[in-house]
């Protein structure tokens, strides 16, 4: 039992050497770009741990968490530049699942989502100089859908339209198409079709309203998005769809108070991913600040903010714990002993085992302070072997405390001085 004790610190110290290691060779991966290689380090120490004993550290377990979130944001960066918009996409609804909030992944999403209608765009452009109106209204339809109000899109419509308004009986066609599009829900259609028929003829009041009733429903629709997005948490995509909603319809009622809470609950969310951060860098005071601000800010994720602020302060926890440790490991007992017992007074209930550590320390420094006590006591009387022997003793409860280890050497020079002394005087 003894050997296990003995060698448990040992072990303790090769995991965190081997986390440290990885979490610095990801860390200089990262500063070079290459996060790809600096995710693949981590999950491979991870996938290690997890083999070895079951349980990851903690401190692995935030950097890989961080290097995943770092490396899909990469992996999605990548992929838009090689024309691979839904690939990213994909990549930025995992962040967002994972880290909503997360810093340039709305940024990112937007460029995806720019791009892929700038194809659609591109494609309509095609249809266009060939002359197939219709296919070409339909890929600039397809550029709205990715980015509503796109204006090469919209440009590219009213190209169409105006070469549309060239043909014959143009507004009633126009209205009867916008008519025959409201069946299928098909509102985005029913408004350019309707606003056609208003282009060739401003004073059809049936076309005017039904744009209007397209604009309400895609407003509606648009609203709609932006609460799911709202309750998943993707608080940056629902600031978009509210003000998409508001700019079709001003007058649609709760956008404008949405569009504010959603403008704070962004907010929010960068505070939430800097106090991490903070965390991370053990900055606590920095984090608590920057979480009490979030919580003020936020309505919905206050539950999210409050398990932060009770992790925070269980890490601040453990890393003045780990104080302790490094200081019992390397055998400064009173030092561990006050860096628990501090911990001990801010963690009535317990934290961890300071407790039985303090139990432990107590018992160890008193039993080195008793047997101190009786050393000076024997050579004060003379008694230099007994003297030797409970300096010894106390060297054995607490190594390294005070000069056990020079006073035990002069005593044996003194005996061997007397030894030497008494025979030659004989």
Not at 292 to 317: C, P, Y
Not at 376 to 394: F, M, P, T, V
């Amino acid at each position: 039992m003894k050997t296990i004790r003995t060698l448990l610190p040992c072990l303790l110290l090769l995991a965190a050497c081997s986390t440290h290691s990885a979490i610095e060779q990801s860390e200089h991966y990262a500063h070079l770009g290459d996060y790809n290689r600096a995710y693949e380090v981590l999950e491979d120490e991870r996938q290690a741990q997890l083999s070895s004993g079951g349980t990851v550290d903690a401190e692995l377990e935030a950097a890989h968490a961080s290097a995943k979130k770092a490396y899909l944001l990469w992996r999605a960066r990548q992929r838009i530049f090689r024309e691979r918009e839904d690939e990213a996409l994909a990549d930025l609804d995992l962040l967002d699942q994972l880290s909503p909030g997360y810093p340039e992944a709305d940024v990112l999403r937007q460029r995806a989502l720019v791009k892929k209608a700038m194809h659609a765009v591109e494609r309509g452009d095609e249809f266009l100089r060939n002359k197939d109106l219709e296919s070409a209204l339909a890929q600039y339809i397809e550029a709205e859908h990715s980015v509503p109000g796109f204006e090469p899109a919209v440009k590219g419509s009213e190209e169409v339209h105006e070469a549309m308004l060239r043909l014959t009986k143009r507004a009633q066609q126009q209205f009867l198409e916008a008519v025959r599009k409201l069946p299928e829900f098909k509102f985005i259609e029913v408004r350019w079709h309707s606003t056609n028929a208003l282009e060739n003829d401003p004073a059809r009041e049936d076309a005017g309203k039904l744009k209007e009733r397209a604009n309400g429903e895609i407003a509606q629709n648009a609203f709609k998005r932006a609460k799911e997005n709202e309750q998943r948490g993707l608080y940056g995509a629902a600031l978009l769809e509210y003000k998409t909603a508001q700019r079709l319809d001003p007058s649609l009622a709760g956008v404008a108070d949405s569009i504010a809470q959603m403008k704070r609950e962004v907010e929010a969310a960068g505070l939430i991913e800097r106090a991490q951060v903070a965390m991370r860098a053990g900055k606590f005071d920095e984090a608590n600040e920057d979480l009490g601000e979030a919580f003020d800010l936020s309505v919905m994720a206050r539950g999210t903010i409050s398990e932060l602020m009770i992790q925070a302060r269980r890490k601040e926890g453990e890393s003045r714990y780990q104080l302790g440790r490094d200081a019992e490991i390397l055998g400064k007992k009173q030092d561990a002993l006050t860096a628990y017992e501090a911990l001990s007074k801010d963690w009535p209930d317990g934290l961890l085992d300071e407790k039985a550590r303090i139990a432990g320390l107590r018992a160890d420094i008193e039993g080195a302070q008793r047997e101190w006590a009786a050393a000076e006591a024997a050579e004060a009387a003379g008694d230099l072997a007994q003297a030797i022997e409970h300096y010894r003793n106390s060297e054995q409860f607490y190594a390294g405390w005070k000069d056990g280890k020079a006073r035990i050497e002069r005593l044996r020079e003194q005996i061997a001085r007397t030894t030497n002394g008494g025979t030659s005087g004989g």
